[in-house]
Protein backbone atom coordinates (compact mmCIF):
# COMPACT_ATOMS: atom_id res chain seq x y z
CA UNK A 1 0.00 0.00 0.00
CA UNK A 2 1.43 3.12 -0.77
CA UNK A 3 2.01 5.57 2.07
CA UNK A 4 0.24 8.71 3.49
CA UNK A 5 -2.90 6.74 4.81
CA UNK A 6 -1.56 7.85 8.35
CA UNK A 7 -1.68 11.91 6.72
CA UNK A 8 -5.14 11.76 5.05
CA UNK A 9 -6.30 10.21 8.31
CA UNK A 10 -5.10 12.79 10.66
CA UNK A 11 -6.35 15.70 7.81
CA UNK A 12 -9.75 14.00 8.04
CA UNK A 13 -10.05 13.95 11.83
CA UNK A 14 -8.81 17.42 11.92
CA UNK A 15 -11.26 18.57 9.12
CA UNK A 16 -14.09 16.65 11.28
CA UNK A 17 -13.72 17.86 14.24
CA UNK A 18 -13.42 20.97 12.84
CA UNK A 19 -16.78 21.08 11.30
CA UNK A 20 -18.58 19.49 13.89
CA UNK A 21 -17.08 21.99 16.18
CA UNK A 22 -18.30 24.89 13.75
CA UNK A 23 -21.84 22.97 13.18
CA UNK A 24 -22.57 23.35 17.25
CA UNK A 25 -23.11 27.22 16.50
CA UNK A 26 -24.94 27.13 12.73
CA UNK A 27 -28.25 25.48 13.83
CA UNK A 28 -28.74 27.95 16.07
CA UNK A 29 -27.94 31.25 14.28
CA UNK A 30 -30.52 29.68 11.68
CA UNK A 31 -33.69 29.35 13.83
CA UNK A 32 -32.82 32.40 16.29
CA UNK A 33 -32.77 34.92 13.42
CA UNK A 34 -35.97 33.45 12.45
CA UNK A 35 -37.66 33.49 15.76
CA UNK A 36 -36.64 37.20 16.02
CA UNK A 37 -37.78 38.14 12.97
CA UNK A 38 -41.46 36.60 14.38
CA UNK A 39 -41.48 37.90 17.88
CA UNK A 40 -40.21 41.50 16.44
CA UNK A 41 -42.88 41.37 13.47
CA UNK A 42 -45.15 40.82 16.25
CA UNK A 43 -44.23 43.78 18.35
CA UNK A 44 -44.42 45.79 15.71
CA UNK A 45 -48.28 44.84 14.72
CA UNK A 46 -49.27 45.11 17.91
CA UNK A 47 -46.79 47.54 19.73
CA UNK A 48 -46.43 45.75 22.72
CA UNK A 49 -43.29 46.14 24.58
CA UNK A 50 -42.85 42.34 26.08
CA UNK A 51 -42.35 41.62 22.14
CA UNK A 52 -39.57 44.00 21.91
CA UNK A 53 -37.79 42.40 24.73
CA UNK A 54 -38.19 39.26 23.68
CA UNK A 55 -36.80 39.80 20.54
CA UNK A 56 -33.38 41.71 22.61
CA UNK A 57 -33.07 38.90 24.86
CA UNK A 58 -33.19 36.33 22.31
CA UNK A 59 -31.29 38.52 20.26
CA UNK A 60 -28.12 39.13 23.19
CA UNK A 61 -27.88 34.96 23.03
CA UNK A 62 -27.96 34.58 19.22
CA UNK A 63 -25.27 37.09 18.83
CA UNK A 64 -22.76 35.23 21.23
CA UNK A 65 -23.24 32.39 18.84
CA UNK A 66 -23.01 34.05 15.85
CA UNK A 67 -19.70 35.76 17.15
CA UNK A 68 -18.80 32.16 17.47
CA UNK A 69 -19.96 30.26 14.28
CA UNK A 70 -18.00 32.99 12.39
CA UNK A 71 -14.69 32.07 14.06
CA UNK A 72 -14.97 28.26 13.36
CA UNK A 73 -16.13 28.62 9.86
CA UNK A 74 -13.51 31.10 8.40
CA UNK A 75 -11.25 28.35 9.75
CA UNK A 76 -12.93 25.86 8.40
CA UNK A 77 -12.60 26.63 4.91
CA UNK A 78 -9.30 27.97 5.65
CA UNK A 79 -8.45 23.91 5.37
CA UNK A 80 -9.14 23.48 1.99
CA UNK A 81 -5.54 24.89 1.30
CA UNK A 82 -3.89 24.19 3.78
CA UNK A 83 -5.20 19.84 4.87
CA UNK A 84 -6.02 19.43 0.96
CA UNK A 85 -3.90 21.51 -1.14
CA UNK A 86 -4.98 18.88 -4.19
CA UNK A 87 -8.55 18.64 -3.65
CA UNK A 88 -8.81 22.30 -4.11
CA UNK A 89 -6.86 21.93 -7.24
CA UNK A 90 -8.99 19.39 -8.28
CA UNK A 91 -12.29 21.27 -7.94
CA UNK A 92 -11.65 25.04 -7.84
CA UNK A 93 -12.99 25.88 -11.03
CA UNK A 94 -16.25 24.45 -9.43
CA UNK A 95 -15.72 25.11 -5.27
CA UNK A 96 -13.94 28.56 -6.18
CA UNK A 97 -17.22 30.43 -7.49
CA UNK A 98 -19.43 28.85 -4.88
CA UNK A 99 -17.30 29.54 -2.03
CA UNK A 100 -17.08 33.40 -3.58
CA UNK A 101 -20.55 33.51 -3.64
CA UNK A 102 -21.14 32.83 -0.46
CA UNK A 103 -18.42 35.30 0.88
CA UNK A 104 -19.38 38.02 -0.59
CA UNK A 105 -23.28 37.62 -1.60
CA UNK A 106 -24.18 36.08 1.87
CA UNK A 107 -21.57 36.30 4.76
CA UNK A 108 -20.68 40.08 3.93
CA UNK A 109 -24.12 41.17 3.74
CA UNK A 110 -25.01 39.22 7.05
CA UNK A 111 -22.62 40.24 9.00
CA UNK A 112 -23.52 44.31 7.88
CA UNK A 113 -26.86 43.38 8.49
CA UNK A 114 -26.57 41.72 12.12
CA UNK A 115 -24.71 44.71 13.17
CA UNK A 116 -27.93 47.34 12.10
CA UNK A 117 -29.69 45.14 13.95
CA UNK A 118 -27.89 45.47 17.29
CA UNK A 119 -26.87 49.22 16.68
CA UNK A 120 -30.29 50.50 15.33
CA UNK A 121 -32.99 50.05 17.83
CA UNK A 122 -32.98 54.22 18.57
CA UNK A 123 -31.71 55.04 14.53
CA UNK A 124 -34.53 52.97 12.48
CA UNK A 125 -38.21 53.19 12.73
CA UNK A 126 -40.07 50.32 13.91
CA UNK A 127 -40.33 49.03 10.13
CA UNK A 128 -36.80 49.78 8.84
CA UNK A 129 -35.62 47.26 12.12
CA UNK A 130 -38.09 44.65 11.41
CA UNK A 131 -36.86 44.75 7.63
CA UNK A 132 -33.47 44.70 8.73
CA UNK A 133 -34.07 41.51 11.15
CA UNK A 134 -36.14 39.83 8.19
CA UNK A 135 -32.92 39.96 6.19
CA UNK A 136 -30.69 38.74 8.58
CA UNK A 137 -33.26 35.59 9.21
CA UNK A 138 -33.05 35.38 5.53
CA UNK A 139 -29.22 36.08 5.40
CA UNK A 140 -28.10 33.28 7.71
CA UNK A 141 -30.20 31.10 5.37
CA UNK A 142 -28.63 32.23 1.91
CA UNK A 143 -25.45 32.11 3.56
CA UNK A 144 -26.00 28.31 4.57
CA UNK A 145 -27.32 27.94 0.65
CA UNK A 146 -23.93 28.39 -0.94
CA UNK A 147 -22.40 25.81 1.35
CA UNK A 148 -24.99 22.89 1.01
CA UNK A 149 -24.89 23.56 -3.01
CA UNK A 150 -20.68 23.21 -2.32
CA UNK A 151 -20.96 19.95 0.29
CA UNK A 152 -23.98 18.67 -2.46
CA UNK A 153 -22.00 18.85 -5.41
CA UNK A 154 -19.36 16.94 -3.21
CA UNK A 155 -21.94 14.38 -2.91
CA UNK A 156 -23.66 14.41 -6.25
CA UNK A 157 -21.08 15.76 -8.82
CA UNK A 158 -23.42 17.35 -11.73
CA UNK A 159 -22.74 20.31 -14.02
CA UNK A 160 -19.59 19.30 -14.51
CA UNK A 161 -16.72 17.31 -16.77
CA UNK A 162 -12.87 16.15 -16.49
CA UNK A 163 -10.60 18.51 -19.10
CA UNK A 164 -7.57 15.94 -19.47
CA UNK A 165 -5.55 18.94 -20.76
CA UNK A 166 -5.40 20.48 -17.17
CA UNK A 167 -6.70 17.06 -15.29
CA UNK A 168 -9.01 19.04 -13.36
CA UNK A 169 -12.98 19.00 -12.71
CA UNK A 170 -14.30 22.03 -14.51
CA UNK A 171 -17.49 23.27 -14.79
CA UNK A 172 -20.14 22.35 -17.49
CA UNK A 173 -23.49 24.49 -15.95
CA UNK A 174 -23.69 26.43 -13.03
CA UNK A 175 -27.36 26.02 -13.38
CA UNK A 176 -26.95 21.99 -12.82
CA UNK A 177 -24.50 23.33 -9.90
CA UNK A 178 -27.03 24.86 -8.19
CA UNK A 179 -29.92 23.47 -8.69
CA UNK A 180 -28.40 20.27 -8.13
CA UNK A 181 -31.45 17.97 -6.58
CA UNK A 182 -28.85 16.60 -3.38
CA UNK A 183 -28.07 20.06 -2.45
CA UNK A 184 -31.57 21.17 -2.75
CA UNK A 185 -33.07 18.83 -0.56
CA UNK A 186 -29.94 19.03 2.06
CA UNK A 187 -30.39 22.64 1.85
CA UNK A 188 -33.83 22.62 2.73
CA UNK A 189 -33.43 19.85 5.43
CA UNK A 190 -30.17 21.49 6.76
CA UNK A 191 -32.21 24.84 7.15
CA UNK A 192 -35.24 23.17 8.67
CA UNK A 193 -33.29 21.71 11.67
CA UNK A 194 -31.86 24.92 12.27
CA UNK A 195 -35.34 26.08 12.88
CA UNK A 196 -35.76 23.24 15.22
CA UNK A 197 -32.86 24.02 16.98
CA UNK A 198 -33.65 27.46 17.72
CA UNK A 199 -36.82 26.62 18.96
CA UNK A 200 -36.11 23.55 21.23
CA UNK A 201 -33.83 26.35 22.64
CA UNK A 202 -36.15 28.94 23.65
CA UNK A 203 -38.90 26.59 24.46
CA UNK A 204 -36.13 24.90 26.95
CA UNK A 205 -35.35 28.19 28.47
CA UNK A 206 -38.60 29.55 28.62
CA UNK A 207 -39.76 26.54 30.10
CA UNK A 208 -37.00 27.07 32.84
CA UNK A 209 -38.36 30.47 33.63
CA UNK A 210 -41.95 28.82 34.14
CA UNK A 211 -40.69 25.86 36.05
CA UNK A 212 -39.24 29.10 38.36
CA UNK A 213 -42.40 31.55 37.80
CA UNK A 214 -39.91 34.23 36.81
CA UNK A 215 -40.30 36.52 34.27
CA UNK A 216 -43.96 34.97 33.43
CA UNK A 217 -45.29 37.28 30.70
CA UNK A 218 -42.39 37.23 28.63
CA UNK A 219 -41.68 33.38 29.36
CA UNK A 220 -45.13 32.43 27.64
CA UNK A 221 -45.39 34.03 24.87
CA UNK A 222 -41.69 33.02 24.18
CA UNK A 223 -42.57 28.92 24.87
CA UNK A 224 -46.09 29.80 23.00
CA UNK A 225 -44.05 31.32 19.65
CA UNK A 226 -41.31 28.08 19.99
CA UNK A 227 -43.80 24.94 20.43
CA UNK A 228 -45.65 26.53 17.44
CA UNK A 229 -42.30 27.45 15.28
CA UNK A 230 -40.63 23.92 16.60
CA UNK A 231 -44.05 21.70 15.54
CA UNK A 232 -44.20 23.27 11.66
CA UNK A 233 -40.62 23.48 11.53
CA UNK A 234 -39.85 19.78 13.57
CA UNK A 235 -43.01 18.21 10.95
CA UNK A 236 -40.50 19.82 7.94
CA UNK A 237 -37.70 17.83 9.08
CA UNK A 238 -39.41 14.83 8.91
CA UNK A 239 -40.99 15.36 5.47
CA UNK A 240 -37.68 16.39 4.12
CA UNK A 241 -35.62 13.58 5.76
CA UNK A 242 -38.17 10.80 3.70
CA UNK A 243 -37.32 13.07 0.67
CA UNK A 244 -33.19 12.83 1.34
CA UNK A 245 -33.97 9.41 1.32
CA UNK A 246 -35.65 9.23 -1.60
CA UNK A 247 -32.80 11.64 -3.42
CA UNK A 248 -29.95 8.79 -1.90
CA UNK A 249 -32.21 6.45 -3.28
CA UNK A 250 -31.70 7.76 -6.51
CA UNK A 251 -27.78 8.73 -6.41
CA UNK A 252 -26.11 7.49 -3.35
CA UNK A 253 -26.86 3.47 -3.29
CA UNK A 254 -24.15 2.75 -1.11
CA UNK A 255 -24.96 4.66 1.65
CA UNK A 256 -28.55 4.11 1.69
CA UNK A 257 -27.59 0.70 1.59
CA UNK A 258 -25.29 1.51 4.51
CA UNK A 259 -27.41 3.26 6.56
CA UNK A 260 -30.12 0.31 6.38
CA UNK A 261 -27.43 -2.26 7.03
CA UNK A 262 -28.98 -3.67 3.48
CA UNK A 263 -26.53 -6.38 2.93
CA UNK A 264 -28.66 -8.55 0.17
CA UNK A 265 -30.73 -7.50 -2.81
CA UNK A 266 -34.26 -8.67 -1.69
CA UNK A 267 -37.37 -9.03 -3.47
CA UNK A 268 -39.94 -6.03 -3.24
CA UNK A 269 -41.27 -4.38 -1.32
CA UNK A 270 -37.81 -3.48 0.69
CA UNK A 271 -38.26 -4.00 4.29
CA UNK A 272 -37.23 -0.90 6.63
CA UNK A 273 -34.61 -2.70 9.85
CA UNK A 274 -36.14 -0.60 12.67
CA UNK A 275 -33.22 -1.91 14.87
CA UNK A 276 -30.44 -5.03 14.79
CA UNK A 277 -26.83 -5.66 15.44
CA UNK A 278 -25.09 -4.90 11.74
CA UNK A 279 -21.88 -7.65 10.99
CA UNK A 280 -19.77 -6.47 8.63
CA UNK A 281 -17.43 -9.37 8.16
CA UNK A 282 -20.42 -12.08 8.00
CA UNK A 283 -22.15 -9.57 6.03
CA UNK A 284 -25.84 -9.97 7.51
CA UNK A 285 -27.70 -8.26 10.45
CA UNK A 286 -28.08 -10.09 13.49
CA UNK A 287 -32.12 -10.06 15.31
CA UNK A 288 -33.03 -7.45 12.91
CA UNK A 289 -36.69 -5.96 13.32
CA UNK A 290 -38.07 -4.95 10.02
CA UNK A 291 -41.38 -3.14 8.96
CA UNK A 292 -42.40 -4.42 5.52
CA UNK A 293 -43.11 -1.74 2.41
CA UNK A 294 -41.28 1.28 4.47
CA UNK A 295 -37.70 1.17 2.61
CA UNK A 296 -38.77 0.51 -0.76
CA UNK A 297 -41.87 3.34 -0.12
CA UNK A 298 -38.83 5.55 0.82
CA UNK A 299 -36.26 4.75 -1.34
CA UNK A 300 -37.80 4.37 -4.56
CA UNK A 301 -41.35 5.72 -3.81
CA UNK A 302 -43.06 2.11 -4.85
CA UNK A 303 -43.72 -1.12 -4.02
CA UNK A 304 -42.35 -2.96 -6.82
CA UNK A 305 -38.83 -1.75 -7.31
CA UNK A 306 -36.05 -3.37 -5.34
CA UNK A 307 -33.34 -1.50 -3.65
CA UNK A 308 -30.29 -2.67 -4.05
CA UNK A 309 -28.17 -4.72 -1.60
CA UNK A 310 -24.75 -3.64 -0.72
CA UNK A 311 -23.38 -7.30 -2.63
CA UNK A 312 -25.05 -5.95 -5.55
CA UNK A 313 -23.43 -2.81 -5.11
CA UNK A 314 -19.84 -3.63 -4.35
CA UNK A 315 -20.13 -6.17 -7.62
CA UNK A 316 -21.64 -3.06 -10.01
CA UNK A 317 -18.42 -1.18 -8.13
CA UNK A 318 -16.05 -3.65 -9.25
CA UNK A 319 -17.53 -3.25 -12.99
CA UNK A 320 -17.19 0.53 -12.71
CA UNK A 321 -13.19 0.30 -11.59
CA UNK A 322 -12.47 -2.16 -14.44
CA UNK A 323 -13.76 0.65 -16.63
CA UNK A 324 -11.60 3.26 -14.71
CA UNK A 325 -8.62 1.00 -15.25
CA UNK A 326 -9.36 1.24 -19.50
CA UNK A 327 -9.94 5.45 -19.01
CA UNK A 328 -6.90 5.97 -16.77
CA UNK A 329 -4.82 4.11 -19.28
CA UNK A 330 -6.44 5.71 -22.52
CA UNK A 331 -5.39 8.87 -20.17
CA UNK A 332 -1.72 8.25 -20.02
CA UNK A 333 -1.58 7.77 -23.47
CA UNK A 334 -3.15 10.88 -23.73
CA UNK A 335 -0.42 12.69 -21.68
CA UNK A 336 2.16 10.66 -23.38
CA UNK A 337 0.94 12.65 -26.79
CA UNK A 338 -0.78 10.07 -28.10
CA UNK A 339 -4.35 12.23 -28.78
CA UNK A 340 -5.26 10.33 -31.99
CA UNK A 341 -9.11 10.10 -32.54
CA UNK A 342 -9.33 6.10 -31.16
CA UNK A 343 -7.85 7.03 -27.99
CA UNK A 344 -9.38 10.10 -27.21
CA UNK A 345 -12.74 8.06 -28.44
CA UNK A 346 -12.41 4.93 -25.83
CA UNK A 347 -11.21 7.94 -23.27
CA UNK A 348 -14.30 9.34 -23.70
CA UNK A 349 -16.65 6.42 -23.28
CA UNK A 350 -14.98 5.42 -19.75
CA UNK A 351 -14.10 8.79 -18.45
CA UNK A 352 -17.06 8.88 -15.75
CA UNK A 353 -15.46 5.59 -14.67
CA UNK A 354 -11.78 7.30 -13.98
CA UNK A 355 -12.60 8.11 -10.30
CA UNK A 356 -13.32 4.30 -9.39
CA UNK A 357 -9.98 3.48 -11.91
CA UNK A 358 -7.98 5.93 -9.14
CA UNK A 359 -9.47 4.30 -6.10
CA UNK A 360 -6.77 1.44 -6.96
CA UNK A 361 -4.19 4.58 -6.78
CA UNK A 362 -4.56 3.40 -2.90
CA UNK A 363 -2.51 -0.17 -4.11
CA UNK A 364 -0.72 0.45 -6.98
CA UNK A 365 0.88 3.10 -8.86
CA UNK A 366 -0.13 2.34 -12.34
CA UNK A 367 -4.60 1.37 -11.86
CA UNK A 368 -4.23 0.27 -15.34
CA UNK A 369 -2.11 -2.97 -14.60
CA UNK A 370 -4.26 -3.43 -11.45
CA UNK A 371 -4.08 -7.17 -10.50
CA UNK A 372 -7.82 -8.89 -9.50
CA UNK A 373 -6.68 -8.47 -5.98
CA UNK A 374 -6.35 -5.32 -6.02
CA UNK A 375 -9.41 -4.65 -8.11
CA UNK A 376 -11.65 -6.32 -5.34
CA UNK A 377 -9.90 -4.71 -2.63
CA UNK A 378 -10.97 -1.45 -4.28
CA UNK A 379 -14.32 -2.42 -4.65
CA UNK A 380 -14.60 -3.32 -1.05
CA UNK A 381 -13.74 0.26 -0.31
CA UNK A 382 -16.52 1.69 -1.88
CA UNK A 383 -18.69 0.24 1.18
CA UNK A 384 -18.13 2.10 4.33
CA UNK A 385 -18.46 1.26 7.87
CA UNK A 386 -22.00 -0.46 8.58
CA UNK A 387 -22.66 -0.62 12.02
CA UNK A 388 -21.71 3.28 13.06
CA UNK A 389 -23.62 4.74 10.02
CA UNK A 390 -26.65 2.20 10.93
CA UNK A 391 -26.33 3.29 14.64
CA UNK A 392 -25.94 6.96 13.98
CA UNK A 393 -29.06 7.06 11.61
CA UNK A 394 -31.34 5.84 13.98
CA UNK A 395 -29.83 8.11 16.84
CA UNK A 396 -31.13 11.42 14.76
CA UNK A 397 -34.37 9.80 14.26
CA UNK A 398 -34.72 8.73 17.30
CA UNK A 399 -34.11 12.18 18.70
CA UNK A 400 -36.20 14.08 15.90
CA UNK A 401 -39.11 11.83 17.01
CA UNK A 402 -39.06 12.86 20.81
CA UNK A 403 -39.09 16.82 19.59
CA UNK A 404 -42.05 16.06 17.81
CA UNK A 405 -43.72 14.68 21.02
CA UNK A 406 -42.13 17.83 22.70
CA UNK A 407 -43.10 20.22 20.10
CA UNK A 408 -47.36 18.80 20.19
CA UNK A 409 -47.84 18.39 23.62
CA UNK A 410 -46.24 22.29 23.89
CA UNK A 411 -48.69 23.57 21.05
CA UNK A 412 -51.68 21.51 22.43
CA UNK A 413 -51.33 22.33 25.43
CA UNK A 414 -50.52 26.42 24.43
CA UNK A 415 -53.57 26.18 22.73
CA UNK A 416 -55.38 25.46 25.48
CA UNK A 417 -53.85 27.63 28.07
CA UNK A 418 -52.59 25.31 30.74
CA UNK A 419 -48.87 24.66 29.31
CA UNK A 420 -47.15 26.39 32.57
CA UNK A 421 -49.40 24.28 35.08
CA UNK A 422 -48.01 20.65 32.84
CA UNK A 423 -44.48 20.30 35.33
CA UNK A 424 -43.77 17.23 33.54
CA UNK A 425 -43.60 18.89 29.82
CA UNK A 426 -41.92 22.06 30.99
CA UNK A 427 -39.25 19.76 32.51
CA UNK A 428 -39.10 17.22 29.41
CA UNK A 429 -38.66 20.89 27.55
CA UNK A 430 -35.85 21.87 29.63
CA UNK A 431 -34.04 18.47 29.26
CA UNK A 432 -34.78 18.02 25.44
CA UNK A 433 -32.44 21.33 25.03
CA UNK A 434 -29.42 19.21 23.73
CA UNK A 435 -31.21 16.65 21.04
CA UNK A 436 -31.78 18.76 17.91
CA UNK A 437 -27.51 19.21 18.31
CA UNK A 438 -27.48 15.60 19.31
CA UNK A 439 -29.61 15.30 16.00
CA UNK A 440 -27.57 17.85 13.58
CA UNK A 441 -24.14 16.38 14.17
CA UNK A 442 -25.85 12.80 13.89
CA UNK A 443 -27.07 13.79 10.30
CA UNK A 444 -23.52 15.62 9.18
CA UNK A 445 -21.98 12.43 10.10
CA UNK A 446 -23.95 10.28 7.83
CA UNK A 447 -23.72 12.57 5.16
CA UNK A 448 -19.53 12.47 5.27
CA UNK A 449 -19.04 9.30 6.51
CA UNK A 450 -21.92 7.49 4.27
CA UNK A 451 -20.02 9.32 1.39
CA UNK A 452 -16.44 7.60 2.21
CA UNK A 453 -13.91 6.66 0.55
CA UNK A 454 -14.55 9.77 -1.85
CA UNK A 455 -14.03 13.57 -1.44
CA UNK A 456 -16.38 14.00 -4.61
CA UNK A 457 -18.72 10.79 -4.91
CA UNK A 458 -17.39 8.69 -7.63
CA UNK A 459 -14.52 11.32 -9.19
CA UNK A 460 -11.60 12.21 -6.52
CA UNK A 461 -10.57 9.70 -3.55
CA UNK A 462 -10.23 10.71 -0.26
CA UNK A 463 -6.71 9.33 -0.20
CA UNK A 464 -5.68 11.16 -3.07
CA UNK A 465 -7.20 14.73 -1.73
CA UNK A 466 -4.58 15.59 1.42
CA UNK A 467 -1.75 18.17 1.07
CA UNK A 468 1.36 16.81 1.28
CA UNK A 469 2.23 17.84 4.71
CA UNK A 470 3.58 16.26 8.07
CA UNK A 471 1.78 13.94 10.49
CA UNK A 472 3.80 16.42 13.07
CA UNK A 473 2.52 19.36 11.82
CA UNK A 474 -1.36 17.87 11.78
CA UNK A 475 -1.07 16.30 15.29
CA UNK A 476 0.17 20.09 16.39
CA UNK A 477 -2.64 21.69 14.48
CA UNK A 478 -5.10 19.45 15.68
CA UNK A 479 -4.33 19.74 19.19
CA UNK A 480 -4.33 23.69 18.88
CA UNK A 481 -7.56 23.27 17.20
CA UNK A 482 -9.48 21.15 20.11
CA UNK A 483 -7.92 24.00 22.32
CA UNK A 484 -9.11 26.51 20.82
CA UNK A 485 -12.46 25.65 19.73
CA UNK A 486 -12.97 23.82 23.51
CA UNK A 487 -12.50 26.96 24.73
CA UNK A 488 -14.93 29.09 22.84
CA UNK A 489 -17.29 26.50 23.78
CA UNK A 490 -17.05 27.04 27.45
CA UNK A 491 -16.36 30.49 26.75
CA UNK A 492 -20.34 30.36 24.90
CA UNK A 493 -21.66 28.09 27.26
CA UNK A 494 -20.62 30.21 30.29
CA UNK A 495 -21.65 34.14 28.74
CA UNK A 496 -25.10 31.48 27.16
CA UNK A 497 -25.59 30.08 30.77
CA UNK A 498 -24.76 33.86 32.72
CA UNK A 499 -27.45 35.80 30.33
CA UNK A 500 -30.00 33.07 31.11
CA UNK A 501 -30.02 33.16 34.80
CA UNK A 502 -29.74 37.16 34.51
CA UNK A 503 -33.18 36.71 32.49
CA UNK A 504 -34.78 39.04 30.69
CA UNK A 505 -35.86 41.86 33.50
CA UNK A 506 -32.88 43.99 32.99
CA UNK A 507 -34.07 44.71 28.95
CA UNK A 508 -37.33 45.74 30.37
CA UNK A 509 -38.30 49.37 28.53
CA UNK A 510 -41.74 49.23 29.43
CA UNK A 511 -44.38 47.49 32.24
CA UNK A 512 -46.59 45.15 31.54
CA UNK A 513 -49.08 43.85 34.38
CA UNK A 514 -48.90 40.14 33.78
CA UNK A 515 -45.16 39.92 33.87
CA UNK A 516 -45.39 38.15 37.87
CA UNK A 517 -48.72 37.51 37.71
CA UNK A 518 -49.14 33.84 38.13
CA UNK A 519 -52.49 33.30 36.62
CA UNK A 520 -52.65 35.64 33.43
CA UNK A 521 -52.75 34.18 30.33
CA UNK A 522 -51.14 35.26 27.04
CA UNK A 523 -53.21 37.66 25.16
Partial sequence: MISGEEIVNLSRLQFGLTAMYHFLFVPLTLGLAFILAIMESVYVMTGKVVYKDMTKFWGKLFAINFAMGVTTGITLEFQFGTNWAYYSHYVGDIFGPILASEGWMAFFLESTLVGL??????RLTKVQHLAVTWLVAFGTSFSALWILIANGWMQYPVGSAFNYETLRMEMASFADVFFN???????????AAGYVTGSMFVLGISA???IRRRDLGFARRSFSIAAAFGLASVLSVIVLG???GYTSGEV?????AAIEAEWD????????????FPDQEAEKTHFAIKVPYVLGLIATRSVDEDVKGLKDLRAESAKRIRSGMIAYGQLQKIRAGDKSEPTKTLFDQHVTDLGYGLLLKKYTADPASASEEMIQQAANDTIPRVAPLFWTFRLMVAAGFTMLFVFAMAFYFCATRVADQK???LRLATWCIPLPWIASEAGWFVAEYGRQPWTISGVLPTHLSASNISSDQLWFSIGGFVFFYTALLIIEMFLMIKYVRLGPSS?????YHFETNPAASVP
Fill in 117 to 122: FFFGWD
Fill in 181 to 191: PVAQVKFVHTV
Fill in 208 to 210: WYL
Fill in 242 to 244: DES
Fill in 252 to 256: QKIKL
Fill in 265 to 276: THEPPASFTIIG
Fill in 423 to 425: KWL
Fill in 507 to 511: LHTGK
